[in-house]
C-alpha cells in the first residue's frame, strides 16, 4: 500500500496543479469584446423588396448594401453608405461630404457589433460580382 501511494501521489498533486493552471488561465484570458458600429442610414423599410429596389435605384451613384435588424420586435432593412468605430466620426462625415447626397431621413444608426448584411448591389465593374460589405472606418473621411 504504501508502494502505491509514493507512486500515485505525486501523480495525483501534478495532475491537480495542470488542472489548476489550465482554469486560472481560462479565467483570466480575456473575452472578445463586441465593439459598438455606427452605421449612416440613408434609408430604412419594412420590407426587404423594398429596400433592394431602392438601392438598385440609387445605384447610379452611390451604392448601398442593406442591413436587417429588428426595431421594437419588428424588423427593417436599412440602406447603409458607411460606417464607423466613432460616432464622431459617422457624424462629421454625415454633415461633410455626405452632404450634398443627404436629405431628412439620412442618420446614423447605433448597433452592438456588425450588422446583418442581406443584400449587396452589384459592382460598378460590370463583372457580376457584388459590392464587399461595409467595414469601419476608424477615421473620417472629411479632413
Given at each position: 500500500?504504501?508502494?502505491?501511494?509514493?507512486?500515485?501521489?505525486?501523480?495525483?498533486?501534478?495532475?491537480?496543479?495542470a488542472?489548476?493552471?489550465?482554469?486560472?488561465?481560462?479565467k483570466?484570458?480575456?473575452?472578445?469584446?463586441?465593439?459598438?458600429v455606427?452605421?449612416?442610414?440613408?434609408?430604412s423599410?419594412?420590407?426587404?423588396?423594398?429596400?433592394?429596389?431602392?438601392?438598385?435605384?440609387?445605384?447610379?451613384?452611390?451604392?448601398?448594401?442593406?442591413?436587417?435588424?429588428?426595431?421594437?420586435?419588428?424588423?427593417?432593412?436599412?440602406?447603409?453608405?458607411?460606417?464607423y468605430?466613432?460616432?464622431?466620426?459617422?457624424?462629421?462625415?454625415?454633415?461633410?461630404?455626405?452632404?450634398?447626397?443627404?436629405?431628412?431621413?439620412w442618420?446614423?444608426?447605433?448597433?452592438?457589433?456588425?450588422?446583418?448584411?442581406?443584400?449587396?448591389?452589384?459592382?460598378?465593374?460590370?463583372?457580376g460580382?457584388?459590392i464587399?460589405?461595409?467595414?469601419?472606418?476608424?477615421?473620417?473621411?472629411?479632413?
Open positions: 500500500m504504501r508502494r502505491f501511494i509514493k507512486f500515485s501521489l505525486p501523480l495525483l498533486l501534478l495532475a491537480l496543479m488542472f489548476s493552471a489550465t482554469d486560472a488561465q481560462a483570466t484570458k480575456p473575452r472578445k469584446q463586441i465593439r459598438t455606427y452605421y449612416i442610414v440613408c434609408g423599410y419594412s420590407s426587404l423588396d423594398q429596400a433592394i429596389e431602392q438601392s438598385e435605384q440609387m445605384s447610379e451613384v452611390m451604392f448601398y448594401p442593406v442591413y436587417k435588424t429588428t426595431v421594437k420586435g419588428k424588423t427593417v432593412y436599412r440602406l447603409c453608405c458607411q460606417c468605430y466613432s460616432k464622431a466620426h459617422a457624424e462629421k462625415d454625415l454633415k461633410g461630404f455626405l452632404s450634398g447626397f443627404k436629405s431628412d431621413d442618420w446614423i444608426w447605433q448597433s452592438k457589433g456588425f450588422a446583418n448584411c442581406v443584400y449587396r448591389p452589384l459592382s460598378p465593374k460590370g463583372d460580382e457584388r464587399p460589405e461595409l467595414r469601419p472606418l476608424t477615421k473620417p473621411l472629411t479632413e
